[in-house]
């Protein structure tokens, strides 16, 4: 997908803030009227038409007229929303050149003013093959509703926690520094997708690595659910890190051992098909600790004593909500079951399809509170106030309205729709923030970003915000 920045350079206050109106309003709305977005921009001068126009050329709202006359978000307005949230706290001054384009997901470099480059991965649900959609579909198919962007914003939460807690436990991840909606601000991994790689000087070493891995996961109540060569970084000394979380699940999980089988047997795959390694003499030894395998010299799932780390506890106790856990693992087990292996991966780009479209977008939860400002501030009481009132505002099929976690908003009650937003908000701090206490410990991602030699590269600057 493409990610014009340049466009943001000419958007207009006015321009942002109806776009965050259509935002705000998709969280009872799948289509928010045009008459409600007017409502909540409440722009001193009016305009509100002209500026949706404006909006809809740019590809950053879609229209749709067929219940009523109304707009959505597009994932580049969505997009624009979260890159323009977090320059605006400082995290980049640029976006520069993509660096990858994932099965859910498209990856660009972005850079801070002094030139530390980092990653930004923008997660795309929605955007993969009809196979791997079509299964998704089978599960989605019994809801009245569903969300891609509600579902990408859960997903990037959920990969910046894992990538945190990961690496506070010493697993070779990359530095998670932040998170907005559905983007991942991290540090930039050195070196290639294994997938890459034709050579190895070591490639046993590299092999016991990547296993040892797998099972050290596994001690710490984990499985990454999707390791395999295009998961898996490697830099010019061989050196390991792995990244793309949002799919690993518990240890408890009822099909851990199938997925915990499937990562060791696509690691195991690979070399062996790559570098015709054997694995026989391989595997006994890991990190310097014995571990049971079978036969083939494939660690055995049941030997592993899963209790160094309870990892899968403290995560689940994080920030999310039950009910987020469950919408988001369904939906992540109808893909993970179907890509049987990295042979999915190499879907052909032509085979990929956008599904958004025909997407229904309803109830964008509203995660962006954390940064709050003044203008949020009316705006969500604009949206209060318009949503509590007596409302000539068109409905849902079945007469309701409906919110994000699909539960009713009793819109008369001003106390508890507060208290609802506050728990979002403090929800989301912790989530979003992590261990990180103080806004000013942000400045030590300088020292950890990455290379900043590559700032010549990024030309986009967005600091004329
Ligand atoms: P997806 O979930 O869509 O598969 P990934 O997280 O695997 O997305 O990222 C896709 C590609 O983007 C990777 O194969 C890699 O080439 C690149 N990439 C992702 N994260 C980083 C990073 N932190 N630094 C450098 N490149 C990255
Ligand atoms: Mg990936």
Request: with cysteine.
């Amino acid at each position: 997908m493409k990610l014009d920045v340049d466009v943001l350079r000419y958007l207009t206050k006015e321009d942002f803030r109806v776009l965050t109106a259509v935002e705000m309003g998709m969280r009872n709305h799948e289509i928010v009227p045009a008459e409600l977005v007017e409502r909540i921009a409440a722009l001193k001068h009016g305009g509100t038409y002209k500026v949706m126009k404006n909006l809809l050329k740019h590809k950053l709202l879609h229209h749709d007229a067929s219940k009523y006359d109304g707009f959505r978000l597009t994932y580049l307005g969505y997009d624009f929303l979260a890159i323009k949230t977090l320059v605006n706290r400082g995290v980049f001054a640029a976006v520069g050149r993509q660096l990858g384009v994932g099965k859910e997901s498209d990856i660009f470099e972005v850079a801070t003013e002094d030139g530390t480059v980092m990653a930004m991965k923008l997660h795309r649900l929605g955007r993969t093959s009809f196979r791997a959609v079509k299964s998704k579909r089978d599960y989605l198919k019994h809801r009245s509703s569903f969300n891609w962007l509600y579902l990408s914003r859960l997903a990037a939460l959920r990969e910046f926690s894992f990538m945190k807690a990961l690496e506070e436990h010493g697993f070779p991840v990359p530095n998670a520094i932040d998170c907005n909606r559905h983007c991942v601000i991290m540090s930039l991994v050195p070196g290639y997708p294994l997938v890459q790689v034709k050579q190895l000087a070591n490639p046993e070493v590299v092999f016991n690595t990547i296993i040892g891995l797998v099972v050290r996961l596994a001690e710490h109540g984990l499985i990454h659910c999707d390791f395999n060569e295009f998961n898996i970084m490697i830099d010019d000394d061989e050196k390991i890190t792995m990244i793309d979380f949002p799919q690993m699940v518990s240890v408890s999980h009822r099909n851990a051992q199938m997925y915990f089988d499937r990562d060791v047997e696509c690691v195991f795959k690979f070399f062996s098909k790559r570098f015709n390694m054997s694995f026989h003499e391989c595997t006994a030894d890991i990190d310097g600790t014995a571990v049971d395998t079978d036969d083939s010299g494939r660690p055995s799932f049941t030997s592993i004593a899963k209790d160094t780390g309870f990892l899968d506890k403290e995560l689940s106790a994080s920030g999310f909500t039950k009910k987020d856990q469950d919408e988001i693992a369904k939906f992540i087990e109808g893909g993970i079951k179907n890509d049987a292996s990295s042979d999915d991966e190499s879907i052909e780009d032509d085979e990929q399809t956008s599904v958004l479209n025909e997407a229904d977008t309803m109830g964008v939860d509203s995660l962006h509170l954390v940064d709050q400002n003044d203008e949020q501030i009316e705006l969500e009481r604009n949206v209060r106030t318009c949503e509590a009132g007596p409302s000539s505002e068109p409905e849902n099929d079945d007469g309701s309205t409906e919110d994000g976690d699909n539960e009713t908003v009793n819109n008369d009650n001003d106390a508890e729709l507060e208290k609802r937003l506050n728990k979002v908000r403090r929800r989301a701090v912790t989530a979003a923030r992590g261990g990180r206490k103080t806004f000013a410990s942000r400045n030590t991602y300088k020292d950890k970003g990455g290379k900043s030699s590559n700032s010549s590269k990024i030309q986009r600057h967005l600091s004329s915000w």
